[in-house]
């Protein structure tokens, strides 16, 4: 089954409509009192999805989580069945920060003002932000598959630039990388997650009929290329004055990386990790490439239960 248990729907953040998954202990219908009251039976756990998926890159995890937590399973703005803000010349709304925010409200919605929070690639990136900006709500945190941005860029050489060519694509002017991905969506969404050989059913094919979906539609791909944009502007200019403060993560943090993709090439990730905490820091590759939790999914299970306990 797909999110067994699981409900479907959309939170109004204030800011916009949020589509989510998350599981509910006595059916699909709940009022918002009964979520409150949910909240303070089980600790949750917001997993966050990285580009070019949307929530479903969960489904092999998030139910084997459920028994143990109230699972939320967001949409990122910009991407799949979340809002999508307009184009604009600074980026804000798709700073890491606006969508750390964004997501506060949402765990608030379900009563919930203190969580676990794991995130994949661009998710992992919201994570960290949010971790930085309220150290008081992520009880742990746990990144899959990234280094921190500002360490990125940092570091880049003729390596990075040619693996992750599609973080200055996408990050040129709108619209036109726009342009170009919904001219083809899909051939680009084939080309865009085969930087590692795959198989054609490598994806399950509910999850890949929602980034299918999600690819076509041309306000997401300007979503994307917004949230790219923000990478190399405001959200630099948010990491490098949390490093000026001596701003670090507060909370336990685990790293987890595949050991077929490029973090594993490019970097010594724990150590990198332990210049951005204060707190301690442990983690190791997996034998998978860049999509852990769809590749491996029990051991990422059992790495995130064992963490999270």
Not at 24 to 48: I, R, T
Not at 224 to 233: G, K, L, N, V
Not at 260 to 279: C, G, P, R, V
Not at 284 to 303: C, D, F, K, M, N
Request: aromatic share 10%; net charge neutral.
């Amino acid at each position: 089954m797909f999110f067994d248990d699981f409900e479907l729907t959309h939170v109004d953040t204030g800011e916009g409509l949020i589509r989510l998954r998350h599981n509910l202990p006595n059916g699909p219908s709940h009022s918002k009192s009964a979520h409150a009251k949910k909240a303070q039976v089980k600790p949750a756990l917001l997993l966050l999805h990285g580009n070019p998926q949307t929530h479903a890159m969960w489904h092999k995890v998030a139910p084997a989580l459920a028994e143990k937590f109230h699972i939320i399973c967001p949409d990122l703005r910009g991407y799949g069945g979340s809002h999508k803000p307009p184009a604009t010349e600074d980026h804000a709304s798709y700073s890491k920060r606006a969508m750390a925010r964004e997501l506060i409200a949402l765990m608030r919605h379900y009563g919930h003002d203190t969580f676990y929070l794991a995130g994949h690639d661009r998710g992992a990136r919201v994570a960290h932000r949010l971790a930085l900006d309220q150290p008081q709500a992520v009880r742990k945190l746990a990144v899959l598959d990234i280094i921190p941005t500002l360490a990125h860029f940092e570091r880049t050489d003729m390596a990075f630039a040619q693996g992750y060519y599609h973080w200055f694509w996408f990050a040129q002017p709108h619209p036109f990388p726009e342009n170009v991905i919904s001219a083809a969506p899909e051939a680009w969404f084939q080309a865009h997650t085969s930087r590692e050989p795959k198989s054609s059913d490598f994806f399950d094919p509910t999850a890949l009929a929602d980034y299918l979906k999600a690819a076509r539609d041309p306000d997401m791909i300007r979503g994307m290329c917004e949230d790219y944009r923000a990478a190399i502007t405001i959200d630099l200019d948010h990491d490098r004055e949390s490093r000026a403060r001596g701003q670090k993560i507060t909370c336990p943090l685990h790293v987890l990386w595949g050991k077929k993709a490029k973090i594993e090439s490019w970097y010594d990730a724990l150590a990198i990790w332990e210049t951005f905490t204060n707190s301690r820091v442990t983690g190791h590759s997996l034998p998978t490439g860049h999509y852990l939790a769809e590749e491996s999914p029990q051991e990422v299970i059992a790495e995130l239960s064992a963490f999270f306990a």
